[in-house]
């Protein structure tokens, strides 16, 4: 893939709709059940309101927040979601490189207990901003294992599990993998397409 399509630069710090870590996470929230498109205007209002600052953030009620935000849909849910995020950010003085030294297990289990934030969420949270590279179960990566052959578990932590033990990348390289099976994904959309594209005829044994 990498070869065929090349480096793929994505949401890091310092990308359009991605100029600090803490922009990535609010955006991973936000995009939950709806389309980047609905995001970008809430992403402006929260630059505006708030500069992307955890503290600017704590300083907002849900009814201050839920109008900055509506255009992401499921906007009480999602707000609930940031305001646990930043008290969550609060807890170590909104300094991130703390978070980034501690065990990526423990980790994302923090993560994971805050409101809002599931599997896919938690991970892309670990890997594009804290520095823990893992393998991503998203829509694309289960459509492209499953045109690849190969029989994937239903659940995430399942599917994650089982790809783990054989996926030894380290964190750019999970970037990079994650980065290339989306926007393949997002190219090739069929059983159809699939066939006609340069991974066709490949099949994959996990």
Known sequence: MAQEMGPQPWLRPGTPWAETPVEIMLGAILVQNTNW????????????ETGFDPARLRQLSLDDLLPLIQTSGFYHRKGAA??????????????????????????RRDLLS????GNETAD???MYTLDHGTFMVD??????????GATMPKTYPAFQKKVLPQFPLGLSD???FHAL???FGKQVKSAADFDRSFLAGRKLTV
Not at 85 to 98: P, R
Not at 114 to 117: K, L, W
């Open 37 to 48: 498109r609905n995001v970008e205007p809430s992403l402006i209002n929260l630059k505006r």
């Open 82 to 107: 940031i305001l646990a995020l930043a008290e969550f950010l609060g807890t170590v003085d909104d300094d991130l490189d703390v978070l980034k030294h501690q065990d990526g297990v423990s980790l």
């Open 114 to 117: 805050i409101t809002g934030i």
């Open 124 to 126: 892309y949270i670990l």
């Open 139 to 148: 829509t694309y990566a289960r459509r492209l294992f499953t045109w690849l």
């Open 174 to 176: 999970c970037q990079e």
């Open 181 to 183: 099976i989306d926007e």
